[in-house]
């Protein structure tokens, strides 16, 4: 079994940052995209950052420039640094891992954490 594990979520003063992990657990042979999205109250669910294998990124228009997504394969781990925190950023964050192959199989299955709470407030 393919399980997302996330860590590093919690409450931090506007400005300030926050590191965000997520580790693939299980067999795995490969993993195409990595990536976090997030879900404020009362909001829907929205992208923050894709990386993929070979390194290629995009952010949503309202973190660019302040947080930077991060892969190490050979971990099958995807980071997400946050730097100047806005209030607006306050949701839970949940890691991607897109078509991931197990051993085996020849399709991929996209697989969700289960989220890490970021708050930013004073």
């Known amino acids: 079994q393919v399980q997302l594990v996330e860590s590093g979520g919690g409450l931090v003063q506007p400005g300030g940052s926050l590191r965000l992990s997520c580790a693939a657990s299980g067999s795995i042979f490969s993993i195409n995209t990595m990536g976090w999205d997030r879900q404020a109250p009362g909001k829907q669910r929205e992208l923050v950052a894709r990386?993929?294998?070979?390194?290629?990124?995009n952010y949503a228009d309202s973190v660019k420039g302040r947080f930077t997504i991060s892969r190490d394969n050979a971990k099958n781990t995807v980071y997400l640094q946050m730097d100047s925190l806005k209030p607006e950023d306050t949701a839970v964050y949940y890691c991607?891992?897109?078509?991931?192959?197990?051993?085996?199989?020849?399709?991929?299955?996209?697989?969700w954490g289960k989220g890490t709470l970021v708050t930013v407030s004073s």
């Open positions: 991607n891992a897109d078509q991931v192959v197990v051993p085996g199989s020849p399709y991929g299955i996209d697989y």
């Open positions: 990386v993929t294998t070979g390194g290629s990124t």
